[in-house]
């Protein structure tokens, strides 16, 4: 029986949002300012992250708008110390072919000012890694919609969510991403997205000296 389009979805009242004008600012301005101050760690510590804030974030990024609500999205959490050494191998074998041949030069000239290389080291001092996944059709998956878009406004969601509760992150994006579904035990329809490990900065951990573009240079008032 052909579907009905003109039915209307079931609804439900909208959250409140009543938040006074003379809240709005401070508020968003602190927000803002805890976000500014994030940058992408490369050295961590193997302090364990409280119980708990790993879910709350994850709670948060799922919480996150996608297209048609299909919600394209797989969080896997890596903790265990043997997983994430042969996540950290197969990642730097990855990295180390990208880097030896197929980065053009102006790419590696562009990576210079932040010290990359091959070596991934931070996938195994991490406490943990949060390994993305895009949800593809599949047997027990529908057909999502806006994909990337999607699982990248997610990924916002969860990076701010770790920043708030004081946690350092880094993405990182070896390509290709193959490998994380037999690593994993993900099934086809799911490919992999992003890496994040996930944890406390390594005492005397040192980030690049590098600036954000002005807001006037990216935002356009019309």
Do not use: C
């Not at 009905?4 to 401070?26: E, H, N, Q």
């Not at 690049?208 to 935002?219: F, H, Q, S, T, W």
């Amino acid at each position: 029986m052909p579907r009905d389009l003109t039915a209307v979805p079931p609804t439900r009242s909208v959250p409140d949002y009543g938040v006074s004008p003379a809240v709005a600012l401070p508020r968003v301005r602190a927000f803002a300012d805890a976000l500014v101050l994030r940058r992408t760690v490369r050295d961590f510590s193997d302090r364990p992250i409280p119980d708990g804030v790993l879910r709350e974030a994850l709670r948060a990024a799922a919480s996150a708008p996608s297209g048609a609500n299909r919600q394209p999205w797989r969080f896997v959490v890596v903790t265990d110390a043997d997983l994430k050494r042969r996540l950290r191998v197969a990642a730097e074998a990855e990295e180390q072919v990208f880097y030896e041949r197929r980065a053009p030069e102006e790419w590696l000239a562009a990576l210079a000012p932040l010290g990359t290389d091959a070596s991934k080291p931070f996938l195994e001092t991490a406490p943990a890694v949060i390994v993305v996944f895009e949800v593809h059709r599949g047997p027990r998956s529908p057909r999502p919609y806006y994909v990337k878009e999607s699982v990248g406004i997610a990924v916002g969601f969860l990076l701010a969510a770790l920043h708030q509760a004081g946690l350092a992150t880094l993405t990182h994006t070896p390509s290709p991403l193959r490998f994380l579904n037999e690593l994993l035990d993900r099934p086809p329809e799911e490919r992999g997205n992003l890496i994040i490990p996930v944890g406390y900065p390594a005492d005397g951990a040192r980030v690049p000296d590098i600036d954000r573009k002005p807001l006037d240079e990216v935002a356009v008032w019309r």
